[in-house]
């Protein structure tokens, strides 16, 4: 039997500025919000990676087309075709620069070029997309690497992209059914870590719409989602 999940991507970039004492009069705000429905019929699936720190002067490198997840008590891998989205956080406070590009060794190119070298300054984000059709990954082109310059590095990780079908492994995977698991649990994963700040919200699988709820009516127009690890 296949399990499939229904997904989205939500990035939402919300501002509030307030008179104090607290005029209700004096108020400014504003909400710019992005909703993207994900499967669950397409291949397309997302990787996160949460918490990674480097120490200062070392290097990670991620190889697009093999990227190993713990996903419903078992190891999967998730493997990209085309990269879509690539959302990063640098989540140091006060020194980890981040140094990100194409690898020195079979460095996947995407939007850029094999010099192309980016620097994430603490406590900033980083996104990029192009979600009709994404950037192809190779066996020439695969590999992303990040440096911490200038102090320990500590940021969050987010791929978005269409996969491979790839088998699994771990405990209870031995009827080759993996390839499902990859992809049920790609859709899962991007309900839950579906956007810069997003959990708890529903989407509606019947009209493709989101549901919006204000946390505190009297003070802003919060959406429902809020997940502080990628706010």
Do not use: C
């Amino acid at each position: 039997m296949t399990l499939r999940l229904r997904g989205h991507f939500l990035l939402e970039i919300y501002y509030h500025w307030r008179q104090q004492p607290h005029l209700a009069s004096l108020v400014d705000s504003g909400t710019l919000r992005f909703w993207q429905p994900l499967g669950p019929t397409s291949r397309e699936g997302v990787w996160v990676q949460e918490g990674m720190t480097l120490s200062p002067g070392t290097t990670w490198r991620v190889e697009l087309d093999l990227l190993p997840r713990e996903v419903f008590g078992r190891l999967i891998y998730l493997g990209f075709h085309r990269l879509k989205l690539l959302w990063l956080v640098n989540r140091a406070e006060s020194e980890g620069l981040l140094q990100f590009g194409p690898a020195s060794q079979e460095g996947w190119i995407g939007p850029w070029n094999a010099q192309t070298k980016i620097l994430l300054p603490p406590g900033n984000p980083f996104f990029w997309s192009f979600l009709p059709n994404g950037w192809p990954v190779t066996t020439a082109e695969l590999a992303v690497e990040f440096t911490a310059l200038e102090g320990p590095a500590r940021f969050d990780l987010l791929l978005l992209g269409d996969l491979h079908e790839l088998p699994g492994s771990g405990p209870g995977d031995s009827s080759g059914g993996s390839s499902d698991a990859s992809e049920s649990s790609s859709s899962s994963v991007s309900d839950s870590s579906s956007s810069e700040s997003s959990e708890g919200g529903e989407s509606s699988e019947d009209s493709g719409s989101s549901e919006w709820s204000s946390e505190d009516s009297s003070d802003s127009s919060y959406s429902s989602y809020d997940d502080s690890s990628w706010s």
